[in-house]
């Protein structure tokens, strides 16, 4: 089986962070997992408002898992806009920042990959009309994303979740959903995946942080 596991840290390491960051980030980071996948201890805390690098994945083995596919469900609509905010004015809901990374199977970060984006509002209703919370973004050099949005709302038969397409350059596309730790309907969602869960850091402080790295088939 392929498998990756966490990266060493240093003692120097350690103690920045644990200067550097709030408490329950800086746990989170040193957990050492976001996404399924295994990450050096990079990452940056920043105040609210301002960007946040997630921490980098950094593969011991060559290959890791890649992400599972799920059903693209009723509501995709094609031809969403170029953005990576989905943030409105006067949109009612718990802000939400999602970020991470594309790696390719064979743990290469992924540049210029396509991630599309579409979820339910606040109330768990989609806009089937026009593209509110809808919206696609490419990955930076280093493979990394970016998405500002807002908490999906429930809908009857599922659980919280955030539809996603990711694609490489050239490359097969990967439907799939994130999901959010403990919500209380994922049990009872046959959909649901626990591998597809984000890592949530919510230390009070800031609008809620969510990591999740995709690994894309080679
Ligand atoms: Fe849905």
Not at 101 to 111: I, N
Request: proline share 9%; net charge negative; hydrophobic share 35%.
């Amino acid at each position: 089986m392929k498998t990756i596991s966490p990266s060493s840290i240093s003692r120097r390491e350690l103690s920045r962070l644990a200067l550097a960051l709030p408490a329950p980030l800086a746990l989170a980071l040193l957990a050492g997992r976001t996404g399924g996948i295994a990450f050096a201890q990079d990452g940056t805390a920043t105040p609210k408002g301002t960007p946040v690098m997630a921490p980098t994945p950094e593969c011991e083995d060559d290959d890791v898992d890649e992400t599972l596919a799920q059903t693209e469900g009723p509501y995709f609509s094609p031809n969403s806009p170029e953005r990576t905010s989905l943030l409105e004015d006067g949109l009612p809901g718990t802000p939400l920042t999602v970020t991470g990374y594309v790696y390719s199977s064979g743990c290469a970060p992924v540049e210029r990959a396509l991630i599309e984006f579409w979820q339910a509002d606040d109330a768990g209703v989609y806009d089937n009309e026009g593209f509110r919370l809808r919206g696609h973004q490419f990955t930076d050099e280093d493979g990394r994303y970016e998405l500002t949005t807002i908490v999906p709302g429930l809908y009857p038969g599922r659980t919280r979740h955030i539809h996603v397409k990711v694609q490489a350059p050239d490359g097969p596309e990967l439907t799939t959903q994130l999901y959010f730790p403990d919500a209380p309907a994922n049990d009872a969602d046959g959909i649901f995946d626990p591998s597809l869960v984000v890592d949530m850091v919510d230390d009070g402080t800031r609008d809620k942080l969510a990591f999740f790295t995709f690994v894309l088939e080679e």
